[in-house]
């Protein structure tokens, strides 16, 4: 039976989807069988990353409406990676009914080992069925507003039991000397619990593309990914 993870945050252009992309990737080449599927409405999308986006022929909201089956909106990446895209068309993806949610997860888990879900807020993700997911990787920055959006993805995470880890990406290590900006150690005093991992801002990491997704250059995002990696190969 697989587990379920949802990356998720109250940001956009924060790094969430390439986070969730290369985590997957990295589960897959130590053999997990992953789906990674995309929920998120953000500017790139999945299988965009992965340049698959021109065989989409079925996607993530028909599965939801029966149109088609799991099987049939699913691409295959490599042998153990597989995603479910995003829609191509603007809107499509409204109205999802919980219990299609649920019932996609149910079948999904039993094929694969770890789902990968890349959400928007958790707030705003309605249509999740908290109760079928295991653990949520929350990523944002260290501006001044992060601490008030951890703390919202927390009380939902403590609320349905769920396993919670915290990501900072972009962390802007100029302003936060300047005091514009939250140093790591005032984040971790204000937020009560550990941040699992930084990724320090860099242009590269922004111009994330499908080569930039399968690099192993070391580096604190690659090392960050290799942090989240061990911890999904051993939940429950």
């Known amino acids: 039976m697989g587990s379920v993870v949802l990356f998720s945050s109250d940001k956009s252009c924060i790094g969430k989807t390439i986070i969730g992309i290369k985590t997957g990737i990295e589960l897959s080449n130590r053999g997990k069988r992953v789906l990674v599927i995309d929920l998120a409405n953000g500017n790139k999308k999945i299988a965009e990353y992965f340049k698959v986006d021109e065989d989409i022929i079925y996607d993530i ?17 490599s042998d153990n990676l597989c995603i479910i895209p995003y829609p191509r068309v603007l809107n499509k993806i409204d109205n999802i009914k919980k219990d299609s949610f649920s019932r996609l997860i149910t079948e999904a888990k039993d094929k694969y080992d770890i789902l990968i879900i890349d959400v928007n807020g958790l707030s705003s993700s309605y249509y999740l069925d908290f109760t079928k997911i ?36 972009r962390y802007n290590k100029k302003n936060a ?27 590269k990491y922004g111009d994330a593309d499908y080569n930039f997704i399968f690099n192993k250059d070391t580096n604190s995002f690659n090392s960050a990914i290799d942090s989240i990696a061990n911890k999904l190969s051993f939940i429950d």
Request: glycine share 2%; aromatic share 4%.
């Open 61 to 77: 909201k028909d599965v939801f409406d029966g149109t088609c089956s799991m099987e049939q909106a699913v691409i295959n990446i």
């Open 177 to 203: 000397s300047k005091g514009t900006m939250l140093k790591i150690k005032d984040m971790n005093k204000m937020l009560d619990k550990e941040i699992m991992s930084v990724i320090e801002e860099e242009n």
């Open 134 to 169: 295991e653990k949520i990787i929350v990523i944002n920055n260290n501006d001044f507003s992060a601490v008030k959006e951890i703390n919202n993805a927390s009380d939902i995470a403590k609320k349905f039991e769920l396993q919670e880890s915290f990501i900072i990406n």
